[in-house]
């Protein structure tokens, strides 16, 4: 008798839907707000915590589905599925914010960073504008980063995750 089990693609499809469509929420909320260029560190924070949670709720719902038994191998798969799927709305929402919502966000993030570094008194004024320049020239970098720590992050949570819920079929 051949037990149905369920498949990894289709849990990291679902959460990974999930966590982009409250990633874009969170998006238009601190757009709403005017602090989406912000790089105050507990938007940063919040995100994460996000991920942590809609990924550990994918790694558990998997479990369940699967009557309670757990791979590592299934918790990284479903951690770097779920990510990478929300990782490619995050680069979709990415691309929107920069080419219709707010055609100046490069500029924005630019003009923040030169004021960080100003401020800092570390780097030359060659130096600050060279960084200005090029933060604005390469923005575009930023979308496969997206998804590499995405992915990456995802790995780890579901490492951990894993070796948190991970529970062995027994081998009768």
């Known amino acids: 008798m051949e037990d149905n089990q ?3 693609g289709k849990f990291s499809l ?4 999930i966590l982009g469509a409250i ?3 969170f998006g238009i909320m601190l757009y709403s707000m005017d602090a989406h260029t912000s790089q105050d560190p507990s938007n940063t924070a919040i995100s994460i915590v996000i991920m ?3 990924i550990i709720w994918g790694i558990i719902s998997y479990r369940k589905a699967n009557n309670g038994f757990l791979t590592l191998g299934e918790a990284l798969k479903l ?5 990478l799927v929300s990782g490619i709305i995050t680069v979709i929402y990415t691309l929107l914010m920069v080419n219709v ?6 500029v924005k ?7 960080a570094n100003e401020a800092a008194g570390v780097l030359t004024d060659a130096q600050i504008q060279q960084q ?3 933060t604005i020239n390469f923005f575009w970098i930023t979308y496969p980063f997206i998804l590499i720590f995405n992915i990456i992050a995802g790995l780890v949570i579901g490492l951990i995750g894993g070796l948190i819920l991970k529970k062995a079929k027994p081998d009768y």
Do not use: R, S, W
């Open 6 to 8: 369920p498949k990894t």
């Open 14 to 17: 679902n959460y990974g839907l």
């Open 23 to 25: 990633g874009v929420v």
């Open 52 to 54: 942590v949670a809609v």
């Open 79 to 83: 951690g770097a599925g779920i990510a």
């Open 101 to 106: 919502l707010d055609t100046e966000f490069a």
């Open 109 to 115: 993030i630019a003009e923040g960073q030169k004021a």
């Open 132 to 134: 200005y320049d090029g």
